[in-house]
Structures are given as C-alpha cells and as structure tokens.
C-alpha cells in the first residue's frame, strides 16, 4: 500500500529556507508512472500547488513560487524534497507531499505537515 | 493559467438528501483533465473522481461527475453523515494545476 509521510520543521523564521521531506513506502520515486508534488494549504484555506519531480530529475514549478521553490529526489532513500527559500508569514501552510498520476492527477497524499513562519 | 470557480461556497442538506455542485472553469479543456477531492475536517484530501465522471478505487456510487467544455458537476446522492465535508475540483489540462476554492457540504 503506498503511504507518503512528510517530515521537517514546523517553525521557520522569516527570511529563511523551508525544507520538508517526504518519505515514500509501498512504491518508488523511480518509477516512470508518476510525478512527485508538493502541495500547500493555508489554514482555512484552499490547495496551491507548488511543484513536481519526475524520476528522470524533471520538475515544473508554479510560477507563483518558481523563484524560490526547489523539488529534489533522493532514489536512494526513496524520498523527495522540498526547498522553499526566502518565507513570510505568507507562506504559512499545511504542505503536503502526493503521488501524481500520469495525467497530474492525485491518488495518493501525505498526512500533511503545518510549517509556520515566525520570528 | 486556468482558473477554477466552484459554487455554492456552502451547500446546507440533510442527511439522505442529494447535492449539486458547480465547477466553472475560465476556459475549455478535455474532459480527461478534471478532477474532484474531497477533505473532512483535520484530514488530507482524498481524491474521489478523475477524468471529471471516473471514480476512484473505494469510491461510493452515490458520488458521480459530469461535465464537459467551461462547466463540471460533482453530484453526491442520498447524503451520508461521512459526506458532510469540502470538496475541491482540481484541473491538469495545463501547468499550474489548479484547485477551485472548495465548496463546503454542512449539515442542515
């Protein structure tokens, strides 16, 4: 059964980088069948998505967040990653990893983890 | 960048009753490209219906999508007590893949 568990800081000061983790069983981050994203929620609020990897190292970002936003696999740990660089308050969100279809799609999502930007 | 309009933001039925729900979409794409999730409250969203009428592994026949062109419809039959939640229309005919802003289905 595929499960996607996100882990990280939930406390980042303004200014600095996010970087949250996501932990993939019951399938690989190398196959060739699905995209890896990464999507956020503000509290109350509706779904952003804000990028994907592909298993050949591909990604494609929001343009909202493309200046600062980096999505990274690990194949060895069967893992992605999410940098997201230079945070305000405003990107204080439940981020949550997923499986993306072929067609970008999401079948399978992570528990989602709340990041809040604070000082 | 495509946008997504669902309506009615807040939908009040009973348990057993039938709801509608809207998803506008700023232009037209193939219907293979639509989407609906559905979120309970401290959960994440669960994706009910792909390619805007398929439903997904485990999903209860009472949900069923519609639609085609600029407008879409989640339809939910004989509402369940484990319905009552927010549902999300999502598109992936082009990058960035969008939501609606959710319309939430609250006990009457």
């Known amino acids: 059964q595929v499960q996607l568990q996100e882990s990280g800081p939930g406390l980042v000061k303004p200014s600095g980088t996010l970087s949250l983790t996501c932990s993939l069983s019951?399938?690989?981050?190398?196959?060739?069948?699905?995209?890896w994203s990464w999507i956020r929620q503000p509290p109350g609020k509706g779904l952003e998505w804000i990028g994907y990897?592909?298993?050949?190292?591909?990604?494609d970002y929001n343009p909202s967040l493309k200046s600062r936003v980096t999505v990274s696999l690990d194949t060895s740990n069967n893992q992605f990653s999410l940098n997201l660089k230079s945070v305000t308050a405003a990107d204080t969100s439940v981020y949550y990893c997923?499986?993306?279809?072929?067609?970008?799609?999401?079948?399978?999502w992570g528990q989602g983890t709340l990041v809040t930007v604070s000082s | 960048e495509i946008l997504l309009t669902q309506s009615p933001g807040t939908l009040s039925l009973s348990p057993g009753e039938s709801a509608t729900l809207s998803c506008r979409a700023s232009?037209?794409?193939?219907?293979?490209?639509l989407a609906w999730y559905q979120q309970r409250p401290g959960q994440s969203p669960r994706l009910l219906i792909y390619?805007?009428?398929s439903r997904a592994t485990g999903v209860p026949d009472r949900f069923s999508g519609s639609g085609s062109g600029t407008d879409f419809t989640l339809t939910i039959s004989r509402l369940e007590p484990e319905d009552f939640a927010v549902y999300y229309c999502?598109?992936?005919?082009?990058?960035?893949?969008?939501f609606g802003q959710g319309t939430k289905v609250e006990v009457k």
């Open positions: 999502q598109q992936y005919a082009g990058s960035p893949w969008t």
């Open positions: 232009q037209s794409f193939n219907t293979i490209f």
């Open positions: 019951g399938g690989s981050v190398d196959s060739g069948s699905y995209y």
């Open positions: 990897i592909y298993y050949t190292g591909s990604t």
């Open positions: 997923a499986r993306g279809t072929r067609y970008n799609y999401f079948d399978y």
């Open positions: 390619a805007t009428s």
